[in-house]
């Protein structure tokens, strides 16, 4: 086992865990920031081809659109709540 | 064992779980992207490239449809709730 | 284990979970809950057309999701109007 | 063998956060929330004893694809393709950038910038080594301990005049 993929994969068990035991909203959305960078990191080292990369950039930014759209929806629920 | 793979199972079992057992409809939906994030793993692992792409470009489109809804359908709610109050006051 | 045997009991395994907590999840009385709950149950389907190897299945199974997903919520949020109006009209 | 690997890893993810760190605070991430995510973010941070400023950074960091985003992606194109993937990777995240409705300096000349820099240092440390250093930055601020990161990006944002 190569000594990369080793401390990343240990990072992301560790940011599941702190995900599904925390209990703000707000705070969710940073380890889940945290998680999608070690996955993209883990699809480009599996698939060593140019077309991996590819994958690798459209997974991250469609990821940062989600948490964007998720943000807004707390900042405009937290008033009617 | 390859480590994406450990790591997509870990995602997706604890994504299931905690889809259940929240009770927040924004928890739910958080953790509804964790569970995509398992599918996008396995898909990646069994070399499946433009399915994964497919599926990394409509997770935000679905995302967005149920946020929007839970928006419209909270504030259907609570005016009623008002609605209901403010209306035997009028009607005395 | 084999890699086939992992996803395709994985894939079961949320088949199960969600179909369970869709009918005696916690507060699923409310619908949009509930909506949420049955999401649950169509990854599990997703993971046994990928143990398969059913790629245009899979494929399509992901892209009509999305528009499945405007329709309820859409059919939700009409169905609370409707019973409001009709609350209002009995009193 | 194994220690020279691990002296190498440290190495890398020190350069890739000075890198990061240095060019978002120069573009002024610290100072207002750029969207309207962003806010919340902030005064939850502060909300559990952190710094204004520092929970600005965090929620835009979260919030659209910023240097940190450009570091990573850039490093992983130069481990795949050589040079010239850096740059497609600096133009991909200029196109995402536009579409978070962010002006996008920051994640352009983030990725450029590490491209230089693996271009200078390839025959001593790898691109490989820069993937598993971009992680172990970000998890030194958004993984571990929220309260003590903000306050320590917060000192670094008064000293460069961004903020209060």
Redesign the interface.
């Given at each position: 086992m190569d000594?990369?993929e080793g401390?990343?994969g240990f990072?992301a068990l560790?940011?599941v865990f702190?995900i599904f035991l925390t209990r703000?909203r707000?705070?969710k959305?940073?380890?889940l920031?945290?998680l999608s960078?070690?996955i993209?990191?883990l699809i480009?080292?599996y698939v060593?081809?140019?077309m991996?990369?590819i994958v690798?950039?459209i997974y991250?930014?469609s990821s940062?659109?989600t948490?964007?759209a998720?943000?807004?929806t707390?900042?405009q629920v937290?008033d009617i709540e | 064992m390859e480590i994406l793979l450990i790591v997509s199972g870990v995602c997706c079992i604890l994504g299931g779980l905690g889809v259940i057992l929240h009770t927040n409809p924004i928890n739910k939906i958080i953790m509804l992207g964790l569970l995509n994030v398992g599918l996008i793993g396995m898909i990646v692992s069994s070399y499946y490239l433009d399915i994964a792409i497919i599926s990394s470009i409509c997770e935000p489109i679905s995302t967005i449809i149920l946020l929007l809804g839970y928006m419209k359908y909270l504030t259907t709610l609570k005016k009623k709730k008002k609605y209901g109050r403010d209306l035997p006051i009028l009607s005395k | 284990m084999e890699y086939i045997e992992y996803l395709l009991y994985l894939g079961y395994v949320l088949l199960i979970i969600g179909t369970i907590g869709a009918i005696v999840g916690p507060k699923s009385n409310d619908r949009f809950i509930r909506l949420l709950n049955t999401e649950v149950a169509t990854f599990g389907v997703c993971f046994i057309f990928l143990a398969y190897d059913e790629a245009l299945a899979l494929m399509t199974l992901i892209a009509v999701n999305a528009i499945l997903c405007l329709i309820l919520v859409r059919a939700i949020i009409l169905n609370a109007e409707y019973e409001e109006e009709t609350d209002t009209k009995i009193k | 063998m194994?220690i020279l690997?691990?002296i190498k890893?440290i190495i890398a993810g020190i350069i890739c956060w000075i890198n990061f760190v240095l060019i978002d605070t120069y573009f002024g991430l610290p100072e207002k929330p750029g969207?309207?995510?962003?806010?919340?973010?902030g005064e939850?941070?502060k909300e559990i004893g952190g710094n204004l400023n520092g929970g600005y950074f965090?929620?835009n960091?979260?919030?659209?694809?910023d240097a940190?985003?450009g570091t990573?992606?850039a490093s992983?194109?130069n481990?795949?393709?050589g040079v010239k993937?850096g740059l497609i990777?600096a133009l991909?995240?200029w196109?995402?950038n536009r579409?978070?409705a962010d002006p996008g300096y920051a994640g352009t000349i983030g990725a450029l910038t590490i491209t230089l820099i693996i271009y200078l240092l390839h025959p001593i440390i790898g691109a490989?080594?820069f993937?598993?250093g971009?992680?172990?930055a970000?998890?030194s601020i958004?993984?571990f301990e929220?309260k003590y990161a903000s306050i320590l990006l917060g000192k670094i944002a008064k000293k460069m005049n961004r903020g209060e």
């Open positions: 000594i990369i401390v990343i990072i560790l940011m702190r703000s707000a705070r959305l940073l380890y920031c945290c960078f070690c993209s990191a480009a080292l060593k081809s140019p991996g990369g690798a950039i991250f930014i940062t659109l948490s964007n998720i943000a807004y707390i900042e937290k | - | - | 194994e690997d691990i890893l969207v309207l995510g962003a806010k919340t973010i939850k941070i965090m929620g960091i979260v919030c659209s694809p940190s985003a990573l992606l992983i194109m481990y795949l393709m993937g990777a991909l995240v196109i995402g579409l978070c490989k080594y993937v598993g971009m992680i172990l970000i998890f958004q993984g929220h």
